[in-house]
Structure formats: structure tokens, C-alpha cells
């Protein structure tokens, strides 16, 4: 009973490195999503996917690429990293885009 | 800009107590919110989502939404030290982003033994 999965947990990386995210869900949810979430600025969204094949910008896209690669995998690309997206960044999903959203574990992302 | 305010605390009550968590909201055509609890250094968890106005429960946590002034809140009845916590609001927005939760930047409860 997995739920949504997040890989990695943890990583540091060098100002300029790129890096995938990954996020897997099995509830059968349609809609996925990527936040980031930094002290005193509460919850944001980066990405939406509302389905396979579709993906929509959110509040805080610049510097990030996604790929909905299948129903079950919604991935976050940084391409060429900066110190300001140093986050905790989440992936969730719901059934449907007006339906409570569940959230995966996170992963702490630094950027020196 | 659609915003979503919650006092951030820290809230502080006794073990037993009710504590009282607020938001308010400012897209009025926003028909979906939701309460989510979030532990130190954890994700959110979803602990109560309402749609129509007035009293929702679920054991010891109520929601209430009174959407003509633009606001929710949660109850939580003989609070526990573990349900000490930062507790986030969400709010779903109307209108052509309708795929979009605004979250509010949560309050901190503190349960006291």
C-alpha cells in the first residue's frame, strides 16, 4: 500500500548540475501534481498533470521541465540548477482534479 | 492573486481542550477546502475535506464553512499532544485554474501535556 512514491529522498547538488525527480502513484489517481515548499512561504505549485499526456504550468514554473510518462509516473527535471531552488519538494496526486490530493514523502533538494 | 490566510501561531491549548484553527479565503467562488496536518519535517497529510456549508465531523475533528464570509475552520475535540502539528488550509480555486489548491501558510498547534 504504497501510496505515492518519491525518489530520491535526499540530494545535493552543484550550481549548473541537472537532475530528475521522480514521483510513482498506484491508486489509479488521473491527476498529479509538483510542489516545492519553502519556510514562510507555505505550499507551491510548480506542474499539473491533469491526465497521460497532458501537463499544465502552476504558480512557480520557471526553471523546471516535466514529463507525465505514463498514468502511474509524473517526473520534475531540473536542468540546470540554482541555489534560489534549494526546497522541499512534494508530489501528490488525486482521482480527478476537484478531489482531495494525497502526498508523497517529499524530497530535500539542496543546491550549492 | 488568491490568497488563503491562517493565523500562523504558534496555538497553544491544553491536553483535553479544544483547539480552534482558522482560515480565510479570498476567491469567492472557490467550492472545495480542505484541512491537511503536517508533522515537523513530514508531508501533508489529509485529515478533512468539505464542500457545502456548515458542520462537517470525523471522530474528534469537525470542519465548518460558512462560504458568504469566507471562511473555514477546524475544531479539534480533546486534543492530544500528538496531534501537535502544523496544520495547513487549502483552498480550490474557481474559474479557469480550476485544477489549483492555494494553500495557506498553517498554524502551528502546540498540545500541552
Known amino acids: 500500500n504504497a501510496g505515492v512514491t518519491q525518489t530520491p529522498k535526499f540530494q545535493v547538488l552543484k550550481t549548473g548540475q541537472s537532475m530528475t525527480l521522480q514521483c510513482a502513484q498506484d491508486?489509479?489517481?488521473?491527476?498529479m501534481y509538483w510542489y516545492r515548499q519553502d519556510p514562510g512561504m507555505g505550499l507551491r505549485l510548480i506542474y499539473y498533470s491533469a491526465s497521460e499526456g497532458t501537463t499544465d504550468k502552476g504558480e512557480v514554473p520557471n526553471g523546471y521541465n516535466v514529463s507525465r510518462l505514463n498514468k502511474r509516473e509524473f517526473s520534475l527535471r531540473l536542468e540546470s540548477a540554482a541555489p534560489s531552488q534549494t526546497s522541499v519538494y512534494f508530489c501528490?496526486?488525486?482521482?480527478?482534479?476537484?478531489?482531495?490530493?494525497?502526498f508523497g514523502d517529499g524530497t530535500r533538494l539542496s543546491i550549492l | 492573486q488568491k490568497e488563503v490566510e491562517q493565523n500562523s501561531g504558534p496555538l497553544s491549548v491544553p491536553e483535553g481542550a479544544i483547539a480552534s484553527l482558522n482560515c480565510t479565503y479570498s476567491?469567492?467562488?472557490?467550492?472545495?477546502f480542505f484541512w491537511y496536518r503536517q508533522y515537523s519535517g513530514k508531508s501533508p497529510e489529509l485529515i478533512m475535506f468539505i464542500y457545502s456549508n456548515g458542520d462537517k465531523e470525523d471522530g474528534r475533528f469537525t470542519a465548518q464553512l460558512n462560504k458568504a464570509s469566507q471562511y473555514v475552520s477546524l475544531l479539534i475535540r480533546d486534543s492530544q499532544p500528538s496531534d501537535s502539528a502544523t496544520y495547513l488550509c487549502a483552498v480550490k480555486d474557481s474559474g479557469g485554474s480550476n485544477y489549483k489548491l492555494t494553500f495557506g501558510k498553517g498554524t502551528l498547534l502546540t498540545v500541552n501535556p
Open positions: 491508486m489509479n489517481h488521473n491527476s
Open positions: 476567491d469567492r467562488g472557490s467550492q472545495s
Open positions: 501528490a496526486s488525486s482521482v480527478v482534479d476537484n478531489q482531495p490530493q494525497h
